[in-house]
């Protein structure tokens, strides 16, 4: 069975960190773009942050540059997504889907096998 897991979400205070991992079973998670979006209550999906299949090209929201950061293990056959000084409009839930085609996308269209997500809450 193909499926996405994340995991590692939970409340944090402002300025705290959190690492997310999205988990791959049924196929190998290295031949794909991997991205993570976050979806607020009443707020669109949108995207955060993706990963090439090759190459380890990664793309980030204006929104999370220079404190988030996107890497992979091929050999877990998983993403992660670090998070650092968190702040209370990073409250959403984390989701992550695959890409077939070798290129970065913020469309939420362009993805595949989403995750059941994980829930961040930053919180003071």
């Known amino acids: 069975q193909l499926q996405l897991v994340e995991s590692g979400g939970g409340l944090v205070q402002p300025g705290g960190s959190l690492r997310l991992s999205c988990a791959a079973s049924?196929?190998?998670?290295?031949?794909?773009?991997v991205g993570w979006f976050r979806q607020a209550p009443g707020k669109e999906r949108e995207g955060v942050s993706c990963i090439m299949s090759s190459g380890g090209i990664t793309n980030y929201a204006d929104s999370v540059k220079g404190r988030f950061t996107i890497s992979r293990d091929n050999a877990k056959n998983t993403v992660y997504l670090q998070m650092n000084s968190l702040k209370h409009e990073d409250t959403a839930v984390y989701s992550c889907a695959r890409r077939r085609i070798n290129s970065c996308s913020g469309y939420v269209r362009d993805y595949e096998n989403w995750g059941q997500g994980t829930q961040v809450t930053v919180s003071s």
């Open positions: 049924g196929f190998t998670l290295a031949y794909y773009t």
